[in-house]
């Protein structure tokens, strides 16, 4: 399936025989950081503000929908991996002309992001992984009850039920420590119907990856990026267990645990999860020098 942008600075890119859409934001001399969303999520639902603050913290961002979400190529009837999908956010640095680059990954995007670290290393400067989780058996487990839930849930027909779903399902698992954006659950999720009513084939194809990864401890040991781990104490769509031991997993990587924080990116955590991000790259940049990569200037965002 092939579609077309419905935002001027959105853009598309042919990688590994797929298109992804992507867009960036912040200026293109700057460092390259990667942004890679969760299971069924897309580039829309990295907050502009979120992205616009890491923009003006030094960084020039990258925000994409993964293969089978949002207007990047769905696959009906394929099956791949999370290395498949690891390759694809490779493709789409290789493509943008960038040599090496930070990576931020949430959720299924931190096993993504995980992957990446393992199998390209010299591609990653630095790994921030959110929400995420090693694939070890009961490390991240996720509620039974929103399990079932989510198993037995039927896709939004309209714009307004998917809405009213979203705001729902984010009172659920979202951070009862701290104020939900309910405006910007609502403008994103009307915005991720219009851009792709029909999502829950390709959610379900990346949940398909995802239990076909088995556990990656042994993988995330041989991460030598500077690491930072971020979960929140009241997720409980993948305990905060899984932050632990991806942190035990990789050697020297920080883990910051934030109360009351769920499986979401509340305003009121952001300064807490910005500055982790920013502190953690930072470890990079003493040895980085000039072989960090950064955006072409066809590529610098209006």
């Not at 999520?41 to 907050?47: R, T």
């Not at 990576?103 to 993504?112: D, H, K, N, R």
């Not at 470890?283 to 209006?302: C, I, K, M, V, Y």
């Amino acid at each position: 399936m092939q579609h077309q942008p419905i935002s001027a600075t959105e853009r598309i890119v042919s990688v590994n025989g797929i298109e992804l859409c992507y867009e960036t934001f912040g200026d293109s001399r700057q460092p390259a950081l990667l942004l890679i969303m969760g299971l069924g999520f897309q580039l829309v639902h990295w907050p502009d503000e979120f992205c616009q603050r890491l923009a003006e913290r030094g960084f020039c961002v990258v925000r994409f929908d993964n293969r089978d979400a949002g207007r990047s190529t769905h696959l009906p009837g394929a099956a791949y991996t999370l290395v498949d999908m690891a390759a694809d956010a490779i493709g789409l640095i290789d493509a943008l002309g960038i040599r090496r680059t930070h990576v931020v990954g949430a959720s299924l995007g931190g096993m993504i992001a995980q992957v990446m670290a393992t199998r390209y290393p010299s591609r990653v400067l630095s790994l921030a992984s959110l929400m995420s989780t090693t694939g070890r058996r009961g490390k991240g487990r996720t509620s039974p009850w929103l399990l079932l839930r989510h198993m037995l849930s039927r896709g939004a027909r309209t714009e307004q039920q998917a809405i009213k779903r979203r705001v729902r399902g984010f009172a659920t698992i979202g951070s009862p420590g701290f104020e939900q954006d309910v405006n910007e659950i609502r403008r994103a999720t009307a915005l991720s119907f219009r851009r792709d009513p029909d999502h829950r084939g390709g959610r379900r194809r990346q949940f398909t990856a995802v239990r076909a990864a088995g556990d990656r401890t042994d993988q995330l040991a041989q991460i030598t990026a500077p690491t930072v781990v971020i979960h929140g104490t009241a997720d409980r769509m993948c305990h905060y267990s899984g932050g632990e031991a991806t942190a035990a997993a990789i050697s020297g990587a920080r883990l910051l645990l934030i109360p009351g924080m769920g499986h979401d990116f509340p305003p009121g955590a952001w300064p807490t999860i910005l500055d982790a991000i920013v502190d953690n790259a930072r470890r990079a940049r003493h040895t980085a020098g000039a072989s960090e990569g950064h955006l072409p200037n066809a590529d610098r965002p209006g």
